[in-house]
């Protein structure tokens, strides 16, 4: 094998590699002979199909497959020799005819650019921390009991928390919703889910009550005609049902699987679960955090180009959309985060940090924990190659991070469960 190399800018590299036409010839006798012993055909014995006959139905595409598998091993073999580092895979150019009992083709490509020894311990990290405590559980238990709650009617006019059906129409110069007829909705009294102002005006009335009142509608609104529109609204509030809550026993226990330990084993469970969220929301912070100072620290750093656009590519499919102007819209964030992914890789690789199987396999059991069929979820990672180094790729990202927060010159800021997982609530 025959190996030239071009420099296409400071990234871009052109590979020419020239190869043996004999060495394709020979896969190429050897795989039609191979499905000749196997190969079912009318007219034909089983395993006994004339070479020649295989020729002439599979030929071009045996030919094809063994120029392309020869192409890619000794791709990898020419990069490897040459101790190039591809940032993506090469855009490939060949007749695939032999000349001068050769095979030619040339490999385009980026690579990884080379980046010096990583100083860390410069950068101010700031890492969160925060435990649960006995009054988040006691409101999580709330909010449980809340998605629990059953409704009854009631006969007394309505106030906060309770639920109230009711038929309405809108009207404005020019305008009315339903176009005839009312609406029914049902909306629970201060939780501004439907309409906060009309809610409040809600309150205080009782089923059959009949009134007429003036709202101005937020721009995000169940019904989109309604939606920023200032109206006059006649109201008839058709039921109106109080929330009565679950008591905290054995049997509420239950309902969410704890057969066995009663109410001290379903605090246990609530608090485990409030950790495991608590855990990984605090990972992505402190994540988010320090990666932001690493890419800011080396604002020089030259990105593959065709990394970033296949980065912009999967943000922009991720958001459902699909054109060229979408595309460019993610360049900047898929800069940050090649950039990110970059100087990851290479902490690592300065580190000697690798892969803790250990915390994969903890990683896993953490999210089929979270399935009713857990057994089902592990098995479904370690047939599926793609999820698992999606996994992998996740721990290994969350080591070097608490590598780097170890590093780095970094603070603790304390905060409660509410301020991390309901920041600005």
Sequence with gaps: MQVSIENVGSLGRKLTVRLPAQRLEETVRSRIQEMGRSARLKGFRPGKVPAKVIEQRYG????????????GSSFQEAVTQEKLRPAVQPSIATTGRP??????????????????KLDVSGLEIVKPVASVTDADIDQ?????????????AVERTAKDGDMVLFEFAAEAEGFRHPESGTDRVGAVLGSGAYSKELEDKLAGHKAGDEFTTHVDFPTAVRTPALAGKSVDVAV??????????????????????VKEGGLARFREDVRANLERELKGVLMGRLKAGALEKLVEAHPELELPQGMVENEARQLARQ?????????????PTARRRVSAGLLIGELARQNDIRLDSRRVSEALATIASTYEEPEQVVELYSRDPQLMSALQNRVIEDQVVEWLADHAKCSEQQLSFNDVMRPGA
């Design 60 to 71: 071009s595409q045996i030919r094809n497959e063994a120029l392309s598998e020869m192409i």
């Design 99 to 116: 000349e001068n009992g050769e095979i030619e083709y040339t490999a385009t490509f980026e690579v990884l650019p080379e980046i010096g």
């Design 140 to 152: 999580m238990i709330e909010t449980l009991r809340l998605q629990r709650r059953t409704w009854h």
């Design 236 to 257: 008839k509030l058709v039921r109106v049902q109080e929330a009565q809550l679950p008591p905290v026993d054995e049997a509420f226990a239950a309902s969410f699987g």
């Design 319 to 331: 958001a459902g959309l699909q054109s060229p102007e979408a595309v460019g819209q993610f360049l």
